[in-house]
DNA sequence: CATCTACTTCGAAGGACTTCGAGACAGCCT
DNA sequence: AGGCTGTCTCGAAGTCCTTCGAAGTAGATG
């Protein structure tokens, strides 16, 4: 289970914008497979809070033993839950001795806003 | 659960962010729990390109009978799909004779991306 | 080596989501 | 009015998700 089945033309992984806003152009059908997950994984309010404390820990990681007190979950839902944010490719994990250590990836985080913002001008247009 | 109000602290109407970016501070739970379902409602691919074809429309408003053909999906199933988003949030809809056209609310667009995005450099928000 | 702790995987129960066809309702056209 | 078209609601079937307890693996410690 390295790799997501049939890795996309898109990398998840780049530091820039895979491509233009939802409101400049629409999306081709494979670009949405392939981000649709993303925004799926941050789509329950545990994985939200769990992105949220990893991406603002100090040092940029947070340890699973810091993360599951702050819930009243199982250790194993937690678990479950930092599973699908690695496979959506929000986060990577790392043990270092006794802990797993969880920190965000910003690339992509960077995407889905790049995706989501725009201005005031909403593409040309002559109404 | 001391909070008395029905739904949210948070006006997802507002054309500025509610809360500093996810990697600035932890957010909690209530924020979490009304801004997971926006996220949500972005994590199907055939949701994500709806968005984007409606916030990316001529005018800035698509007609359903624009979106529907665009899928090889049935009229009611898109006609949930939008539906999800418009109790997302994410879009407002307004019949106007024959046709049902439908926006986007780029206010909670917003909000979502500046939630994701972060700098190198956390600061306070500029508005 | 035995054992303890930290975390993950496994298997199962219950609920939620996606999709459809059938039918209902709204507005146009003859 | 009557019929036609566009869109939404309802109910049902199949699939996926969340959550748990129990069992498994990795590393530390005695």
Redesign the pocket.
């Known amino acids: 289970m390295s790799k997501q089945a049939a890795l996309p033309v898109i990398d998840l992984n780049a530091g820039t914008p895979c491509c233009p806003p939802l409101a400049v152009s629409r999306i081709p059908a494979e670009t949405a497979s392939v981000l649709a997950p993303a925004f799926k994984a941050l789509g329950?309010p545990?994985r939200l809070q769990l992105m949220s404390m990893i991406a603002s820990a100090e040092g940029g990681e947070a340890?699973?033993?810091d993360l599951?007190p702050a819930f009243e979950?199982?250790?194993?839902?937690i678990?479950?839950?930092?599973?699908?944010l690695r496979e959506a490719g929000l986060i990577d994990?790392e043990?270092r001795?006794?802990?797993?250590y969880y920190r965000a990836r910003p690339g992509i985080m960077r995407q889905l806003a790049a995706l989501l913002v725009f201005d005031e001008a909403p593409a040309v247009q002559a109404v």
Not at 73 to 77: A, E, N, Q, V
Not at 79 to 84: G, I, P
Not at 97 to 100: A, E, L, P
């Open positions: 329950d545990v340890c699973v033993c599951t979950l199982s250790g194993p839902t678990s479950h839950h930092l599973k699908t994990g043990r001795g006794t802990w797993v």
